[in-house]
């Protein structure tokens, strides 16, 4: 099992930048795949963006431009950097891993887009 808590959601305006933060309770480096995931009010949960643990980087194309993937090993910590934030990025952003051919979530962190 993995335990995953993120931090650093909030209000920001459009424009703005936030990064979230997914801390461990394994060792990152043991884990292929991490990462984040949204879902908006009446929407389906999806994929932001991942990073394996060759640090290669997959983003969504609503996103890829704009926000950044990063695992830090010594930490045991994945961040996600969002720049130039939109109203539509407004959602609870997931940290997600696949550890042990299954699914880990955290628990969530609200982010919200408006002036």
């Known amino acids: 099992q993995v335990q995953l808590v993120e931090s650093g959601g909030g209000l920001v305006q459009p424009g703005g930048s936030l990064r979230l933060s997914c801390v461990a309770s394994?060792?990152?480096?043991?884990?292929?795949?991490m990462g984040w995931y949204r879902q908006a009010p009446g929407k389906e949960r999806e994929l932001v963006a991942r990073?394996?643990?060759?640090?290669?980087?997959n983003y969504a194309d609503s996103v890829r431009g704009r926000f950044t993937i990063s695992r830090d090993n010594t930490k045991n910590t994945v961040y996600l950097q969002m720049d130039s934030l939109k109203s539509e990025d407004t959602a609870v952003y997931y940290c997600?891993?696949?550890?042990?051919?299954?699914?880990?979530w955290g628990q969530g962190t609200q982010v919200t887009v408006s002036s």
């Open positions: 997600n891993a696949l550890y042990g051919n299954k699914d880990h």
């Open positions: 990073i394996t643990s060759g640090d290669w980087p």
């Open positions: 394994k060792k990152i480096s043991d884990i292929y795949l």
